[in-house]
């Protein structure tokens, strides 16, 4: 983001701001031409005095953004209330701990939901609160991992999640990724192989894009 002003009919000339700043931690790059001299001396100071304020602002804006960020990221992080989970034939446990009141997933469309995923210590290892949007994703087809297919759409002991419920899942590895490795991200393994996965869910509800199809 680039802030570059003409406050004065004068020359515009170098700000003694640095190019780039650091703010907690991160890089934010400062237009180098910020201030403009007018066109006598003593005019030089209030104009100064403006750009200090205007860029003073634009840093708290990139703030308060900094801080949206965390509480994302915070939230993701954050464990569900806890429920008992019931275990089915297929190794998979769920439980609801917000009974949903819309309709139930049809097989075969595209749903938004929220969720978190962690391995079974409990460590994150992705999460759509992170990224501030639901996924989007077509429901017991297998397009995704088989335990989540079951444990949304339901079947086989499992009753279907409705829009508007939450709940835990408990993803056995033959249900997940199974033995090998995956969840590839810039040449790193995200999954272990073999791992159980603990899912927190939230039925957002129907994709729109359905009606149009």
């Known amino acids: 983001m680039a802030l570059s002003f003409s406050l004065c009919s004068g020359t515009t000339v170098h700000n003694r701001f640095p190019s780039c700043m650091k703010l907690n931690g991160k890089s934010y790059k ?95 290892f992705d999460s759509s609160y992170k990224r501030a949007r639901p996924l989007t994703m077509r429901i017991g087809v297998g397009k995704v991992i088989r335990g989540l297919d079951q444990g949304i759409l339901g079947g086989e002991g499992v009753p279907p999640m409705r829009i508007g419920g939450k709940r835990k899942l408990t993803i056995p590895p033959l249900l997940a990724y199974g033995p090998e490795p995956a969840g590839y991200f810039s040449g790193d393994c995200n999954i272990p192989g073999n791992a159980t996965l603990l899912y927190d869910i939230k039925f957002v509800g129907l994709y729109s894009g359905n009606r149009s199809q």
Not at 78 to 106: I, Q
């Open 30 to 124: 400062v237009s180098d031409k910020v201030l403009c001299s007018a066109r006598n001396g003593n005019e030089k100071k209030p104009l100064a005095g403006i750009g200090i304020g205007i860029v003073a602002a634009w840093v708290m804006g990139l703030t308060a953004l900094d801080a949206d960020a965390t509480r994302i990221e915070y939230y993701a992080t954050v464990g569900e209330p806890m429920c008992e989970l019931n275990y089915v034939k297929s190794g998979l446990g769920y439980c609801d701990y917000v009974e949903g009141f819309g309709d139930e997933a049809p097989l075969g469309e595209l749903i938004d939901i929220h969720y978190t995923a962690r391995f079974a210590d409990g460590i994150v």
